[in-house]
């Protein structure tokens, strides 16, 4: 149509009617065969979704409850990813998390734009440890707590160096 190479263009939800409504009038100034033609938003990428695997190891695990009841297709992209752009995935090691079904060399989904509200599991930095951990807070303090009995929990004192990077929503174990 363009006789060019082309590109595709990402624009923000929220300003897609705008730009739609400026390449309209374009269109119709132009003719129908000259410039561009329509917009196609791309919601949700169909075959692939590249995600940050952060090789840094943390502490911990989390359940796979793999849902062998659908009779649909699965998009696997769509089912654990919610928020691609403040989605990442990193790869845990240790077995403090055990008891949530999080187990060494899962790979567990965060989501960095959800609330870490009590009870959920975390993945935080912890005075420059790296941790995943359910979070829990007691008498308005932080609390980390591991899923398995060999660890003690680990209060988050005011001088910590601390900070959430997100809440844990899936975990990929292989079996």
Same mark, same amino acid.
């Given at each position: 149509?363009?006789? *060019?190479? %082309? #590109?595709?263009?990402?624009?923000?939800?929220?300003?897609?009617? =705008?730009?739609?409504?400026? /390449?309209? &009038?374009?269109?119709?100034? #132009?003719?129908?065969?000259?410039?561009?033609?329509?917009?196609?938003?791309? %919601?949700?990428?169909?075959?692939?979704?590249?995600?940050?695997?952060? *090789?840094? &190891?943390?502490?911990?695990?989390? +359940?796979? +409850?793999? @849902?062998?009841?659908?009779? !649909?297709?699965?998009?696997?992209?769509?089912?654990?990813?919610k928020n691609p752009a403040?989605?990442?995935?990193? #790869?845990?090691?240790?077995?403090?998390?055990?008891?949530?079904?999080?187990?060494?060399? @899962?790979?567990?989904v965060v989501d960095r734009?959800? *609330?870490?509200?009590?009870?959920?599991?975390?993945?935080?930095?912890?005075?420059? =440890?790296? %941790?995943?951990?359910?979070?829990?807070? #007691?008498?308005?303090?932080?609390?980390?707590?591991? =899923?398995?009995?060999?660890?003690?929990?680990?209060?988050?004192?005011?001088? !910590?160096?601390? /900070?959430?990077?997100?809440?844990?929503?899936?975990?990929?174990?292989?079996?």
């Amino acid at each position: 149509m363009y006789g *060019e190479e %082309t #590109r595709p263009v990402r624009i923000p939800c929220g300003l897609l009617a =705008e730009v739609t409504a400026i /390449l309209d &009038r374009y269109r119709r100034r #132009r003719g129908p065969t000259q410039g561009p033609g329509r917009i196609m938003p791309v %919601t949700t990428p169909s075959i692939s979704l590249p995600i940050p695997l952060y *090789e840094s &190891r943390i502490s911990a695990g989390f +359940p796979s +409850p793999a @849902d062998d009841s659908l009779e !649909a297709a699965l998009d696997l992209n769509a089912y654990l990813v919610k928020n691609p752009a403040a989605t990442f995935l990193v #790869r845990v090691e240790g077995d403090s998390m055990i008891g949530a079904g999080i187990h060494h060399g @899962d790979i567990i989904v965060v989501d960095r734009s959800l *609330e870490a509200k009590d009870g959920k599991v975390i993945v935080a930095v912890l005075n420059g =440890e790296l %941790t995943v951990k359910r979070l829990r807070y #007691r008498d308005s303090r932080p609390v980390l707590f591991p =899923e398995n009995p060999k660890y003690p929990p680990i209060p988050v004192e005011d001088d !910590a160096d601390f /900070l959430v990077w997100g809440v844990v929503t899936s975990v990929l174990h292989k079996v």
